[in-house]
């Protein structure tokens, strides 16, 4: 499971691009096309942002030539991501000229980043929607319904949309994920996500708990907790992370941080596979990996970013750990969960970066020996620290090498994590049919890796142990041998 381009976390790019499509209320009368691109939180914003509107009588379509309302949602993290979403209003401009009633909006990181050159000067879209403003849509689309161009893109303090169940999208019935934190306070200097998304809050833990529920109650059985800087929860009544120290004796006595809401959520639901994602090592703490250790049900998988393995260029990064401390993370998920798989995101020809500090990153990968990873060359992101403080100074086929380099030591180590599996018996979800084959179910392991074995009998959502027998980079191979306890 190697991938070249991560636009953001955790990211499926079979599904970049992909248009909703809900259920029917017979009532509504105007129809909705809405388009995802970027990372996990997206998507999850998309199932919000549809709730909304379904309120405010759309109904989801996929075919773009009949929508009343056009909306994108968009990613920053990468140029080909904003490229991709240019030539998409180019084409919904297009259809416009045919259908000129249609209104176009973008929503999400681009919105907030590119806000006055896509309504003022490009004239391109009728709306422009921050990700922390979807509540305000319905009073957005009466503007635009009366002709004027309709912004919002303040970042708000507070807003965590606890109080919006999300319309489930494109889902396969069996995993879903749950949104437990927005914002970052980490101000990594090769990235936008704290300019786009605002500063971090964390949402109130019982709303979490009863969307959880719900998601058991309606049939599925993983989530995957979603942030983008999962490990720094803290909820303490509410507010941003950064004045939790102005809370009361009571507020803090009260609190509950990841470890917390980890505990709390396997609890709730014992049967159902829990994840998480994405995680920060300077703020990841022993608590968590204990309380991993501690429930059956919460995978034995953290994708742990490290981007380089260089300190000098780790603190160029404003990353707020060492080497060395990373190791000392490592070793301690490795004693007290052995069987924990850990991925990694990686930025190779960051500015500055050397040979000496390019040896570093790979002596880093032979210590750790990740399951798998995301691996980018750097690219420059406008808005950014690194953008306005360094000169991307490293020569484009010094990048490229060294990216290969990086991706070659990667796909050793897979090979040699994934042959850990052979001969075991595993339990696996089954998420749906392999891509390969009719006959053969995909699922994946606690490690998130995928398993593919004969259908038989077995069904979509179902718990089946696996005995591994052999295995490529990416993928293990096997035959079921029965159900497992979970079922």
């Not at 990594?188 to 809050?201: D, H, N, Q, S």
């Not at 953008?387 to 990086?406: A, G, H, Q, S």
């Not at 959502?461 to 005995?467: L, T, W």
């Amino acid at each position: 499971m190697i991938k070249e381009e991560s636009i953001e976390k955790i990211i499926d790019e079979s599904q970049q691009g992909s248009a909703l499509a809900l259920e029917n209320n017979t009532k509504n009368t105007r129809k909705l096309y809405i388009e995802s691109y970027g990372c996990q939180m997206n998507f999850s914003d998309s199932e919000i942002v549809a709730s909304i509107l379904a309120k405010e009588g759309f109904n989801t379509t996929q075919i773009l030539e009949e929508a009343d309302l056009v909306l994108v949602n968009t990613c920053s993290i990468r140029e080909k991501a904003e490229l991709t979403v240019r030539k998409r209003l180019e084409k919904f401009n297009a259809v416009k000229k045919t259908n000129p009633s249609m209104k176009v909006g973008v929503l999400g990181c681009m919105a907030e980043r590119l806000k006055s050159k896509f309504l003022e000067e490009e004239k391109i879209v009728d709306m422009v929607v921050g990700p922390d403003a979807y509540k305000d849509l319905p009073n957005l689309i009466q503007e635009i319904d009366e002709g004027r161009n309709a912004v919002n893109v303040i970042l708000s303090k507070d807003e965590t949309y606890g109080d919006v169940a999300p319309v489930r999208l494109n889902t396969n019935g069996v995993s879903a994920f749950v949104s437990i934190t927005r914002g970052c306070d980490n101000m990594c200097t090769f990235c936008v996500v704290p300019f786009t998304r605002g500063r971090e809050r964390s949402r109130d833990p019982q709303s979490i708990l009863q969307e959880v529920n719900d998601l058991w109650e309606k049939g599925f059985k993983e989530i995957t907790l979603l942030g983008q800087n999962v490990d720094s929860y803290l909820w303490y009544g509410g507010g941003l992370k950064k004045d939790y120290e102005k809370a009361s004796d009571m507020q803090k006595a009260t609190s509950v941080n990841f470890a917390k809401l980890l505990e709390l959520v396997a609890e709730a639901q014992p049967k159902m596979r829990i994840r998480f994602s994405t995680s920060n090592p300077q703020d990841m703490t022993l608590d968590v990996i204990e309380s991993m250790a501690k429930y059956d049900n919460i995978c034995k998988y953290i994708h742990l970013p490290v981007q380089s393995g260089s300190n000098r260029i780790l603190k160029a990064m404003n990353r707020l750990h060492t080497r060395e401390e990373y190791f000392e993370l490592i070793d301690n998920i490795k004693k007290i969960i052995p069987d924990c798989a850990i991925s990694q995101d990686m930025i190779t020809g960051f500015p500055t970066e050397t040979e000496e500090d390019h040896q570093d990153t790979l002596s880093l990968m032979e210590y750790v020996k990740y399951d798998f990873g995301f691996m980018f060359a750097y690219s420059e992101r406008p808005g950014t620290l690194a953008e306005r403080k360094m000169d991307d100074d490293v020569p484009e086929e010094t990048k490229k090498r060294r990216l290969t380099e990086i991706i070659d030591i990667q796909q050793k180590h897979s090979l040699y994590r994934t042959q850990e599996h052979v001969g075991k018996v595993e339990e696996v979800l089954i998420e749906g049919t392999s891509k390969r084959s009719d006959t053969h179910w995909m699922g994946r392991n606690s490690q998130n890796t995928v398993v593919i074995f004969p259908k038989e009998t077995y069904k979509v959502g179902e718990f089946v142990n696996v005995k591994i027998n052999e295995c490529t980079s990416a993928t293990l191979l096997g035959e079921a041998v029965g159900y497992s306890k979970n079922n």
